[in-house]
């Protein structure tokens, strides 16, 4: 079992910046692909960016250029850094690990929310 927990929640001003760490528990995140989620007011959940267990990213378009995900699996913790943050960033954020194989599995974070003001 995997408990993820993100913070970093909170108000934003529109141009600045915001790291959102998803630190988790009871297993070494190593293994797991990983992925940031958000889910704007009135919205569908969408992902915002991807990463393997190998490093690989891959981002949504409205995150290309700004957001950027890590891992350090030392710390196992995965990281989403965004930057030139707008309003239409506002949303839940939630982490989500994937483990692919025999023994698939897969978690979600409760989510973080933080507004981003004009």
């Known amino acids: 079992q995997v408990h993820l927990v993100e913070s970093g929640g909170g108000l934003v001003q529109a141009g600045g910046s915001l790291r959102l760490p998803c630190t988790a528990s009871g297993s070494a995140l190593r293994n797991y692909a990983m992925a940031w989620y958000r889910q704007a007011p009135g919205k569908q959940r969408e992902a915002v960016a991807i990463i393997t267990s190998g490093g690989s990213t891959n981002y949504a378009d409205s995150g290309k250029s700004r957001f950027t995900i890590s891992r350090d699996n030392a710390k196992n913790t995965v990281y989403l850094q965004m930057n030139s943050m707008n309003p239409e960033d506002t949303a839940i954020y939630s982490c989500?690990?994937?483990?692919?194989?025999?023994?698939?599995?897969?978690?979600w974070g409760q989510g973080t929310q933080f507004t981003v003001s004009s």
């Open positions: 989500y690990a994937r483990l692919c194989g025999l023994n698939a599995r897969e978690y």
